[in-house]
């Protein structure tokens, strides 16, 4: 159960240990950032068999998704975030913020995926209220769950 007023009106939660956040913005509302350890990278590049890589040439003659290379370029993203969330990890930081891919194939079926960012810590704000639409979106939600009882 959600309590509107602590959602609205409060110090966000700790962080837990070992737990890193990442967002495309520079900050996470409500948090203070108190260090900066500077750029964090993962890097995948991946390719299926050859068999595969068959299949999926006679599909792009036919047309339709080549669910092949789709699930190869998931694979490749989400390993190259989870190489970056543990080069961040290692330095000490809770949260990677600016986080930005760059992704790319080539003809032969390979996918490229990096991702990076800036690591940092960042703690709690005390009694941090927000506002605007942050803060309108918190009550709305709060509002919402308060309904569905």
Not at 15 to 32: A, H, R
Not at 58 to 86: F, H, P, W
Not at 108 to 130: E, Q
Request: glycine share 12%; hydrophobic share 40%; aromatic share 6%.
């Amino acid at each position: 159960m959600i309590d509107r007023e602590a959602l609205v009106a409060g110090t966000r939660p700790e962080l837990q240990s070992g737990q890193v956040l990442m967002t495309s913005s520079d900050s996470f509302d409500g948090y203070e950032i108190t260090h900066y350890y500077g750029m964090v990278w993962g890097i995948s590049v991946g390719a299926k068999d050859m068999g595969q890589d068959c299949a999926m040439g006679c599909k792009s003659i036919t047309g339709g998704e080549l669910n092949s290379y789709t699930a190869l370029s998931d694979e490749s993203r989400q390993k190259a975030i989870d190489r970056m969330v543990e080069m961040a990890a290692r330095q000490g930081a809770n949260a990677i913020i600016c986080v930005d891919f760059e992704l790319g194939g080539s003809q032969t079926g390979a996918t490229l995926s990096v991702v990076h960012g800036t690591a940092v810590s960042m703690r709690p704000i005390k009694d941090y209220v927000p506002d605007g639409a942050i803060g309108n979106i918190l009550a709305d939600i709060a509002d919402t769950l308060g309904k569905n009882r």
